[in-house]
């Protein structure tokens, strides 16, 4: 129980994030209307999602330098959950961009990007999948975890800020926090990003450890 | 600095003695060309500078791909590990960059004299297009050469080369397709000093990655 409170702690944050995610007050602004509350939900996800790569890269580097298989094991876990959570961000993004820019995939860099991202982390599975020995997967998939985050970064931080983008903070776009985010809506946000974060880290350790009792009864 | 150019000059070398690889590789980027060319029915003037760009970019990676896809496999196993033993793994990586960089450099622009000539030439500023060419062959090489290390080590290479190397290549080949429009439509040189630092800053991290990340992987 004792290393167990964050997980309370996700159901709760997550459970008001639900509640009032959907019921509080939002302010109203034109073309977005209700569909405002989109940001208790695809914005974290996508937060949690960069914070999941970030983890697998830790336990990649953490791997290549002990040769600890158990790291392996972590990282490519972290990897799945990041790759479910980009599938979510991108269904909620899309639901809201055709709402919003009246087209579920409109032609913008940042959506570019991302989708490159996820061709480059189904890539890494594909690769994972064509070796037999397990150290050998192991450090050759590292290596490439650590290549592919080293793209993922300037794809998603840097390339969409230089040129046109529709998403807010980039191409000269006010991002949220300046315009149309008030203190009310910032009480769920916060909240919902911690929330989604924590799920995300528990559903990878619940996988580690399927992997690992697997590993044990074979 | 020794070592370095005895492996260059081993590289090269080796690429001598085996010229059909090299002619084969020439041959791929002017028929590739040829087919291009002959796809839009001999109306290649009614092409858009931006078609035109875009086409000449994409015949240029798959052209990378193939070419640096082999700079790992040509050498048997055994060969290898004879090398690995007499020099360092810095060295080693460092030395193919350099190699496939100039590779590149021939192969493309052998590529571009040719498209110019069967495709015309609507290059406004050809001195920037040019340079355009030499980064993307230093950037194209330097990000391929560590996933074609990466690809060697799996089992059915081919594939794998080609879809661990795309989404990897995509950034530097945004740029240089942004940078070649600029040149194409003869910008003023100084508009494009953004895409050039970008592209020269991406090429250090993949250098430098490469660098760091090449002695875990030949040891597998």
Same mark, same amino acid.
């Given at each position: 129980m004792k290393n167990n409170w964050w997980k309370i702690v996700a159901v709760l944050l997550l459970t008001y994030t639900l509640y009032f995610g959907l019921m509080g007050t939002v302010p109203r602004r034109a073309i977005l209307n209700e569909s405002i509350r989109n940001v208790y939900f695809h914005v974290p996800m996508w937060f949690a999602m960069i914070a999941m790569l970030t983890t697998s890269l830790v336990y990649a580097i953490k791997y290549l330098r002990t040769n600890d298989l158990q790291y392996d094991l972590k990282s490519v876990e972290f990897t799945n959950v990041a790759i479910l959570l980009g599938i979510l961000g991108c269904a909620t993004g899309s639901l809201w961009a055709s709402v919003t820019? $009246? @087209? %579920?995939? %409109? !032609? @913008?860099p940042k959506l570019n990007s991302v989708a490159i991202s996820m061709l480059m982390y189904f890539a890494y599975l594909i690769l994972r999948g064509s070796f037999d020995d397990e150290q050998r997967r192991a450090r050759i998939s590292a290596v490439y975890n650590i290549l592919a985050y080293a793209v993922f970064i300037p794809l998603i931080f840097i390339l969409p800020r230089l040129t046109d983008s529709l998403? %807010? $903070? #980039? $191409?000269g776009n006010p991002a949220f926090s300046e315009l149309d985010m008030d203190n009310q809506m910032r009480r769920i946000f916060y909240p919902a990003v911690i929330g989604w974060g924590l799920l995300g880290t528990w559903m990878a350790t619940v996988r580690v450890r399927v992997r690992m009792l697997e590993e044990q009864a074979d | 600095m020794q070592e370095l150019r005895t492996l260059i000059g081993k590289e090269i070398t080796l690429e001598w003695r085996q010229r059909y690889a090299l002619n084969g590789m020439l041959l791929y980027i002017v028929s590739t060309v040829f087919v291009c060319y002959l796809s839009f029915k001999l109306k290649? #003037?009614? /092409?858009t500078p931006i078609t035109w760009n875009t086409l000449f970019w994409i015949i240029i990676l798959f052209t990378a791909v193939n070419a640096i896809s082999k700079s790992f496999t040509q050498e048997r196993a055994g060969r290898l590990l004879y090398y690995y033993t007499i020099a360092s793994p810095q060295g080693i990586i460092l030395s193919k960059i350099i190699y496939n960089s100039g590779l590149m450099l021939v192969l493309s622009l052998t590529g571009f004299g040719f498209y110019a000539f069967v495709m015309g030439n609507p290059v406004g500023d050809l001195w920037m297009y040019l340079v355009t060419i030499f980064l993307s062959s230093i950037g194209f090489a330097s990000s391929l050469t560590m996933v074609a290390g990466i690809a060697s080590k799996?089992?059915? #290479?081919g594939a794998l080369m080609a879809i661990l190397s795309f989404p990897v290549i995509i950034p530097m080949l945004l740029m240089v397709m942004k940078l070649a429009k600029n040149a194409l439509d003869g /910008?003023?040189? $100084? !508009?494009s000093s953004e895409e050039v630092m970008i592209l020269l800053a991406l090429d250090a991290i993949v250098v430098s990655l490469s660098l760091i990340l090449f002695p875990y992987l030949w040891r597998s």
């Amino acid at each position: 129980m004792k290393n167990n409170w964050w997980k309370i702690v996700a159901v709760l944050l997550l459970t008001y994030t639900l509640y009032f995610g959907l019921m509080g007050t939002v302010p109203r602004r034109a073309i977005l209307n209700e569909s405002i509350r989109n940001v208790y939900f695809h914005v974290p996800m996508w937060f949690a999602m960069i914070a999941m790569l970030t983890t697998s890269l830790v336990y990649a580097i953490k791997y290549l330098r002990t040769n600890d298989l158990q790291y392996d094991l972590k990282s490519v876990e972290f990897t799945n959950v990041a790759i479910l959570l980009g599938i979510l961000g991108c269904a909620t993004g899309s639901l809201w961009a055709s709402v919003t820019w $009246g @087209d %579920p995939w %409109p !032609s @913008d860099p940042k959506l570019n990007s991302v989708a490159i991202s996820m061709l480059m982390y189904f890539a890494y599975l594909i690769l994972r999948g064509s070796f037999d020995d397990e150290q050998r997967r192991a450090r050759i998939s590292a290596v490439y975890n650590i290549l592919a985050y080293a793209v993922f970064i300037p794809l998603i931080f840097i390339l969409p800020r230089l040129t046109d983008s529709l998403h %807010p $903070g #980039n $191409g000269g776009n006010p991002a949220f926090s300046e315009l149309d985010m008030d203190n009310q809506m910032r009480r769920i946000f916060y909240p919902a990003v911690i929330g989604w974060g924590l799920l995300g880290t528990w559903m990878a350790t619940v996988r580690v450890r399927v992997r690992m009792l697997e590993e044990q009864a074979d | 600095m020794q070592e370095l150019r005895t492996l260059i000059g081993k590289e090269i070398t080796l690429e001598w003695r085996q010229r059909y690889a090299l002619n084969g590789m020439l041959l791929y980027i002017v028929s590739t060309v040829f087919v291009c060319y002959l796809s839009f029915k001999l109306k290649a #003037n009614q /092409l858009t500078p931006i078609t035109w760009n875009t086409l000449f970019w994409i015949i240029i990676l798959f052209t990378a791909v193939n070419a640096i896809s082999k700079s790992f496999t040509q050498e048997r196993a055994g060969r290898l590990l004879y090398y690995y033993t007499i020099a360092s793994p810095q060295g080693i990586i460092l030395s193919k960059i350099i190699y496939n960089s100039g590779l590149m450099l021939v192969l493309s622009l052998t590529g571009f004299g040719f498209y110019a000539f069967v495709m015309g030439n609507p290059v406004g500023d050809l001195w920037m297009y040019l340079v355009t060419i030499f980064l993307s062959s230093i950037g194209f090489a330097s990000s391929l050469t560590m996933v074609a290390g990466i690809a060697s080590k799996a089992e059915n #290479n081919g594939a794998l080369m080609a879809i661990l190397s795309f989404p990897v290549i995509i950034p530097m080949l945004l740029m240089v397709m942004k940078l070649a429009k600029n040149a194409l439509d003869g /910008l003023d040189r $100084g !508009s494009s000093s953004e895409e050039v630092m970008i592209l020269l800053a991406l090429d250090a991290i993949v250098v430098s990655l490469s660098l760091i990340l090449f002695p875990y992987l030949w040891r597998s």
